[in-house]
Structure formats: C-alpha cells, structure tokens
C-alpha cells in the first residue's frame, strides 16, 4: 500500500472550513483513497473515499487531483464535535483478494469556539 | 444492520495472565483485521483474516498472540501470557467481500495489564 503523509495536527474556530492534505505520492493505479475520523475511545469511523476528481457527501468533500498524489479532506464549517484525529488511507478496492488497511499517524483537528 | 462488536469493552489482567478478545464482524463481511494502539502510538495492523484464513498476520508482535475465526464467523484474540507492554486499545474491523479501504470498526477493546 502506498505510504501517506499529513500534517501531525491542526487547529481551527467553529464555523471554519477545514482542509486537510494528505501526500501519497507512491499511489498505484487501482488504489482508491479513504478517509476516517476517530473520536477518542472510539473505533475509526468511515467519512468518505474517492479515486479521482471530487467526491462529496453529507459530511465531507474530498478532492483529488490529477495526478493523485496527494487529496485534500474538506470539513465545511466545523463544529467542536469534529474535535478528532483523521486518517487517509491508500489501497486498493476491488473484488476478491485485498491488502491491509495500514494507519498512518492522522492529523489531531481541534476545534475550539 | 448491526455494527462490528467487541467483547469486553475494557479488561484489566495482571501480568503472566490469558486474555482472550472476542470479534463479531457485520454479517456477511469476509474480510475482519485486527489492529492495536498503543498509547500515544498510531493504530497498529495485526493480522487479515479473509474468511477463516489468515491472509496476513505479518502485524503479530510474537508467539504470545493467538488470532483464530472458525468457520468465518466472529474471531477471537487471545494473549498467553500477557506481559506490560500488551496493554493498549484493540480494535477489529470488518469489510464486505470487495468492499477494499471502507472498513467498519468496533469500539474496540481496552487491555490493561497490571
């Protein structure tokens, strides 16, 4: 799987539009990037995966260039409750056999009033 | 449909103990893994079981960790003996049969070994 790289942590106000990049510029062509969000004590939970281009849903946006070496998360509008560590994750998303899902570090996002 | 579940939620051993964690994926998921976080560390894989057989369990920190899931159903992680530095969050996740990266996860279980 490829190896990703984003930034340790990042600060931020309510109201905010947040935009995290992640850097994976070893991203083969069947991998499929994903991003998950984890509040502590809890398990990692899915927020959004795209290939190419942009992908949007209830609660991010996610867009990736051309090249595909890097994404960007986006969270509109942050509250205090998306006070978490959010992880990308490179692999494939196909049929049959699969790699591993490895974690890198994640990005610690604070939201403060 | 019920989420990935884990039992227990927190266990508290002391060391030189067996400990046995217990992993229900979503129904119908092949794919379960295993992860760990140590604290203040990154979550860590530990092994991919696709059905009943372990695609990888190059994650197993030694001999000590035991992962099975007869029949493909739920999986069980048991330490034997425990030591100190096992202590740590351990997560299980479950995809659907070519559902690649969107995992879903359980709560996961906290090991504290004293």
């Known amino acids: 799987l490829a190896k990703t790289t984003q930034p340790i942590s990042m600060d931020s106000y309510e109201g905010q539009e947040v935009n995290i990049t992640c850097s994976h510029n070893?991203?083969?062509?069947?991998?499929?990037i994903t991003w998950y969000q984890q509040f502590p004590s809890q398990g990692p939970r899915f927020i959004i995966q795209?290939?190419?281009t942009k992908v949007t849903n209830e609660v991010a946006s996610l867009f990736i260039p051309a090249d595909r070496k890097s994404s960007t998360l986006s969270l509109p509008r942050v509250s205090l409750s998306d006070t978490a560590v959010y992880y990308c994750?490179?692999?494939?998303?196909?049929?049959?056999?699969?790699?591993?899902?490895?974690f890198g570090k994640g990005t610690k996002l604070s939201v403060k009033p | 449909e019920a989420g990935v579940t884990q039992f227990p939620s927190h266990s508290v051993i002391e060391k030189g103990q067996t400990v046995t964690l217990r992993c229900d994926p979503i129904?119908?998921?092949?794919?379960l893994y295993w992860y760990r976080r140590v604290m203040g560390k990154e979550i860590k894989f530990l092994l991919h079981?696709?059905?009943?057989?372990?695609?990888?369990e190059s994650g197993m920190p030694n001999n000590r960790f035991l992962a099975e899931r007869t029949g493909g159903t739920y999986s069980t992680l048991k330490v034997q003996p425990a030591e100190l530095e096992d202590s740590g969050v351990y997560f299980c996740?479950?995809?659907?049969?070519?559902?690649?990266?969107?995992?879903?996860f359980g709560q996961g279980t906290r090991l504290t070994v004293v």
């Open positions: 795209g290939y190419k």
């Open positions: 129904s119908g998921h092949d794919n």
């Open positions: 079981f696709v059905k009943e057989s372990k695609q990888d």
């Open positions: 994750l490179v692999g494939a998303n196909y049929g049959g056999s699969q790699g591993n899902l490895i």
């Open positions: 996740a479950s995809t659907r049969p070519g559902g690649g990266t969107e995992a879903f």
């Open positions: 070893n991203i083969a062509t069947n991998d499929y």
